[in-house]
């Protein structure tokens, strides 16, 4: 069974992801062994074996972890098969310093051990860690959120529903467009960038329609926007 975590990010986000399982991170680490063992063969079969070269393709193979994780929005390629990245517990963006103390404990826990001590820590610890991710203040979880955008944004509202921003009707539908795009955005993936664009279209909202959200959580302050105007204008 899936576990979720709820992160409650300093400029009060509230992201909901769901963490990856056991089965999704032990097929992501296959996916991620069988490419290492081809690119290792492919090396051997296509270039000459001399020693620089062959020390270039095993500093590859070894960092092969914390460079992708680093430069590819931590993904790893199994990950992006699996659906999966490395994410901070307290909602910000993974530094090189996480990475790389995941790859170096990474080394006794799936390597030397055989990935014995990953799944007794992951197994038995919180929020489907191994000592990697306790260590550096990360876990994995799953790209898609838990629940959909139809669930949260465009549920159906009842004709005794009451608006709790009627100036909300004021904005236009490319106004609500955008921002159902913004939400789609950090729904998908939450970076420095996207946290940040969703804060100014708060503060745009807020300003357009003369109001101050009562909301701390601003992503559920932008749905009520959104459904409160989809209701206002059902009964233009």
């Known amino acids: 069974m899936s576990e979720n975590l709820i992160i409650n990010t300093t400029q009060n986000v509230r992201l909901n992801f769901e963490l990856a399982s056991l089965g999704d991170r ?18 051997r079969l296509g270039l000459p074996q001399t020693i620089p070269i062959q020390i270039t393709m ?6 092969y972890h914390p460079l992708f994780e680093l430069f590819n929005n931590g993904r790893s390629i199994g990950k992006m098969v699996m659906k999966t990245r490395v994410i901070r517990l307290d909602g910000t963006e993974p530094t090189i310093g996480d990475y790389s103390l995941r790859w170096l404990l990474g080394l006794v826990e799936v390597l030397i051990s055989q990935g014995s001590i990953a799944m007794i820590s992951f197994l038995f610890g919180e929020k489907s860690q191994r000592l990697g991710d306790m260590a550096a203040g990360t876990t994995v979880a799953k790209l898609k959120p838990r629940v959909t955008l139809e669930q949260t944004l465009f549920e159906d509202t009842d004709d005794n529903y009451v608006p709790h921003y009627p100036q909300a009707g004021e904005l236009s539908p490319i106004d609500i467009e955008t921002l159902k795009e913004v939400v789609e955005a950090i729904k998908k993936t939450y970076t420095v960038s996207t946290i940040t664009l969703i804060e100014k279209a708060r503060s745009t909202v807020e300003a357009k329609l003369g109001i101050k959200a009562v909301e701390k959580d601003t992503l559920s302050f932008i749905s009520r926007i959104i459904k409160d105007y989809n209701f206002i204008s059902s009964k233009d």
């Open 26 to 43: 032990i097929l992501a680490g296959v996916i991620d062994i069988l490419i290492l063992w081809g690119a290792v063969l492919g090396f």
């Open 58 to 63: 095993y500093a590859l193979v070894i960092l």
